[in-house]
């Protein structure tokens, strides 16, 4: 480092002095302050000039009385209509057409109970990957292709330093 002023007002060798004497400052305050004692004062009592007398006025505890509720009225009947059917009738049987075949699944929409038919090959799903998507975590760390050797013969020959950080050493 250059002397830029005259040696009489350099005060790097008056440093460690005035770290001690602010060391000893500071630990006489600290000292001062833990001492410090105050003298007990002394409270006298004496007997009050006005003293009144409060009445509080007593109220009574009043109970309600339990009223009883009427019983429910009773429901009313209700007749039961039997329809009688004759034996005799004929039932129309209603075929029922499938066009399921082998690799075909049937899909149930929950809430409505909808059925439909899926076409196409039943198997695993497999999801799309968005490859604009965000990760705030990620599985795997990237790495410089070539491991770190290649890393780092990348930056030594990539990267200069500046010459005058040189010359300064």
């Not at 250059?2 to 790097?12: G, R």
């Not at 004497?21 to 500071?26: I, K, R």
């Not at 705030?136 to 500046?162: H, Q, T």
């Amino acid at each position: 480092m250059e002397i830029k002023k005259s040696l009489s007002a350099d005060l790097e060798g008056k440093k460690g002095t005035g770290l001690l004497m602010g060391f000893v400052l500071a630990l006489s305050a600290m000292f001062v302050a833990f001492e410090w004692t105050q003298h007990d004062k002394k409270v006298i009592e004496t007997e009050p000039v006005f003293t009144a007398a409060i009445e509080e006025d007593m109220i009574p505890i009043t109970q309600q009385p339990e009223v009883v509720a009427p019983p429910p009225a009773a429901a009313p009947k209700i007749a039961e209509i039997i329809n009688i059917v004759d034996n005799e009738t004929d039932l129309v049987e209603e075929e029922v057409e499938t066009s399921e075949e082998v690799n075909q699944a049937i899909v149930t929409t929950p809430g409505t109970g909808t059925t439909a038919v899926a076409t196409g090959p039943v198997g695993p799903v497999v999801e799309e990957v968005d490859e604009n998507q965000i990760y705030d975590i990620v599985e795997e760390n990237p790495r410089f292709p070539g491991g770190e050797e290649a890393c780092m013969k990348w930056l030594s020959d990539n990267i200069k330093y500046p010459p005058i950080c040189v010359e300064q050493g």
